[in-house]
């Protein structure tokens, strides 16, 4: 009787299980979940991202619920703009394992490239940066960053704002960093010309300490740049490189300030740091 009942169960079973199977399979309810998981990540609910929606994307209220329901709602255009919305990989969006985060990649030898990249973003928006409250970001895994002892991974990134919810705003992240170290003086110089462009643009900076862990997970793709920054820690001050502080400047600094201004000198934009 024991097997009886063994072998029922197991048979009930297989339609759940073939069930289970095909939608694992589904590369569209995938995309829709990836939708859904990265609002989700970004503080935005699923019922919540109908607000953010342009008119001329519909979907159904109740189309949010999951994966499931939403994978018949899934478009090409609804995929375009969870990306544009989000700063994500396009790639990402449709199921690839890729880094999630937008990266705009400039040869960290010449800031001007950042710089010229910042001020179109800002002039094709129509906003200026204070409008789109844009924010430089950086994120290390050093407990003293400011030292010649600095060593491990440096993210450097892009925050603005896309949406409000209940008055509260919701920001996207743009990478702007691939690969950096904080113990590559090249980096860290280059760390240095891209605080100065930042506070040029008026564009405040604001830098973390976390783990290595976390920061090859978000180079990795396995985590978005939302969770990287608030599971952050200390706060740190490179901008001190533009211009060090009163009794606090260091030989180090010294040497990597005028490692960046020589940067910016060749890019005809010496005047970010002067002499």
Not at 62 to 68: C, D, G, L, V
Not at 79 to 92: G, I, N
Not at 190 to 213: D, E, F, K, V, W
Request: some cysteine; overall charge positive.
């Amino acid at each position: 009787m024991e097997l009886l009942a063994l072998a029922k169960t197991a048979i009930d079973l297989l339609p759940r299980g073939w069930k289970l199977l095909k939608q694992h399979n589904d590369p569209v309810r995938a995309q829709a979940a990836r939708v859904l998981e990265a609002f989700e990540a970004h503080g935005v609910k699923p019922q919540q991202i109908a607000r953010l929606l342009p008119a001329s994307i519909e979907v159904k209220a109740t189309a949010w619920t999951s994966a499931e329901t939403l994978k018949d709602a899934t478009t090409p255009a609804l995929l375009k703009w969870t990306a544009d919305t989000l700063a994500l990989d396009s790639a990402w969006v449709d199921g690839e394992p890729v880094c999630r985060q937008t990266k705009f990649t400039w040869d960290y030898k010449h800031p001007a490239q950042l710089y010229n990249w910042l001020r179109e973003r800002y002039l094709r928006s129509g906003k200026n940066q204070s409008q789109s409250a844009a924010e430089l970001l950086v994120l290390c895994a050093c407990d003293a960053p400011m030292t010649n002892a600095a060593n491990g991974p440096l993210v450097l990134m892009l925050r603005e704002t896309f949406g409000d919810i209940n008055g509260s705003e919701r920001h996207r992240y743009v990478l702007l960093s691939d690969g950096w170290r904080l113990d590559h003086s090249p980096c860290t110089a280059s760390l240095a010309a891209a605080c100065a462009i930042a506070q040029n643009m008026h564009l405040p900076i604001h830098a973390l300490t976390t783990s290595a862990r976390r920061l090859r997970a978000l180079e990795g793709g396995k985590s978005f740049a939302v969770e990287a920054w608030t599971k952050a820690k200390a706060r740190w001050h490179p901008d001190d490189f533009v211009k060090g502080p009163p009794g606090k400047d260091t030989e180090w600094m010294r040497t990597i300030r005028a490692a960046a201004r020589e940067m910016l000198v060749a890019d005809k934009l010496g005047h970010l740091i002067p002499d």
